[in-house]
């Protein structure tokens, strides 16, 4: 089994940053690729931004030039570090991972979600 355990969501005010950090762990061979999607109160889930093993990003159009992911392959941990937040930012926040096992299935893991609130 896999694990995905968030962490850095909180209240922010617009205008403001947070870092969400999303650390895997468990029965891993490697990891494809890591993202973060978001779902707000009565949304569907949607992309927010992801990255494969080589290093290649992509982001919904929305959060361009303002959030920026990255991953620590050695931790098996994909960063999202979100500034100049605007209300329409708030949601939750779940990471995902294309995880291979050391038996070589591939399967795809969610996070918990952490809030992410952008109000003044």
């Known amino acids: 089994q896999v694990q995905l355990v968030e962490s850095g969501g909180g209240l922010v005010q617009p205008g403001g940053s947070l870092r969400l950090s999303c650390a895997a762990s468990?029965?891993?061979?490697?990891?494809?690729?890591m993202g973060w999607y978001r779902q707000a109160p009565g949304k569907e889930r949607e992309l927010v931004a992801s990255?494969?093993?080589?290093?290649?990003?992509n982001y919904a159009d929305s959060v361009k030039g303002r959030f920026t992911i990255s991953r620590d392959n050695a931790d098996n941990t994909v960063y999202l570090q979100m500034n100049s937040l605007k209300p329409e930012d708030t949601a939750v926040y779940y990471c995902?991972?294309?995880?291979?096992?050391?038996?070589?299935?591939?399967?795809?893991?969610w996070g918990q979600g952490t809030q992410v609130t952008v109000s003044s």
């Open positions: 990255v494969a093993s080589g290093g290649t990003t």
């Open positions: 468990g029965s891993i061979f490697s990891i494809n690729a």
């Open positions: 995902n991972a294309h995880v291979t096992s050391p038996t070589y299935y591939t399967l795809i893991y």
